[in-house]
């Protein structure tokens, strides 16, 4: 009877030590909702499952851009022995996605006039131009204040020798599309570092340059 009584404290001792001696963990992913206050819940591409909740209470420390759906966050938690959620003991999330959601538009002197509202979870809806050149998703790059913008534009169509076409075919000529990547940096302007003054700059792989302001409605 003392035998087992003793293994019974030894099996309790050695499961407590095994729960000191558990470590923090990390992870990180895109957060998915933000509508109830007490949970944290992450996308983790690659990961199975995909989506990961966690607690979070008055000891989860907070830090980084704001907590808001689409923005990138890494969590620090303590695993957890049950079925019961992990607790959050960190949160960072990314400081770009708060500053650069919104609509952003060119000077109105501008010769290509840009209207552009970029949106949670890597979304544009694009008002101007409607056509020639189309900006289809954004993402972040995990520098701050840099984003990337993913697109196509509609080229002008090849044109044909006429020497090599048949009299009698018809050529009709048509525009070709051809996908695009540029670098957005936010910045801010020479009159100082507040939200009216901020500037997001488009830098294509030529070197242009085109610069876009927030839009106050």
């Not at 009877?1 to 003793?6: I, T």
């Not at 960190?90 to 552009?116: F, H, N, Y």
């Not at 995990?142 to 509609?154: A, C, D, K, M, R």
């Not at 936010?186 to 876009?212: C, F, M, P």
Request: proline share 6%; aromatic share 6%.
């Amino acid at each position: 009877m003392k035998l087992r009584v003793a293994i019974y404290a030894l099996m309790v001792i050695l499961s407590l030590s095994c729960r000191k001696q558990q470590e923090p963990q990390s992870i990180a992913g895109y957060i998915i909702d933000t509508t109830n206050s007490n949970q944290i819940i992450l996308f983790v591409p690659d990961s199975i499952p995909a989506e990961r909740s966690y607690v979070v209470d008055d000891n989860t420390l907070f830090s980084g851009g704001t907590v808001m759906e689409g923005n990138i966050a890494e969590v620090i938690f303590l695993p957890s022995d049950d079925e019961t959620l992990p607790v959050a003991q960190s949160v960072m999330a990314d400081v770009t996605c708060p500053r650069i959601i919104g609509r952003w538009t060119t000077d109105k002197d501008d010769e290509l006039q840009i209207d552009l509202e970029l949106q949670p979870h890597g979304k544009i809806e694009q008002r101007r131009p409607d056509t020639v050149i189309s900006f289809e998703s954004w993402q972040l790059t995990g520098e701050e204040n840099i984003i990337t913008l993913h697109g196509s534009l509609s080229l002008p169509p090849v044109k044909v020798d006429s020497k090599k076409i048949k009299a009698d075919s018809v050529v009709i000529p048509t525009r070709q599309d051809k996908r695009f990547s540029v670098q957005a940096e936010l910045a801010y302007d020479e009159e100082g570092n507040t939200e009216q003054h901020k500037v997001l700059i488009i830098t294509t792989d030529k070197g242009r340059t085109s610069k876009l302001y927030p839009a106050w409605e």
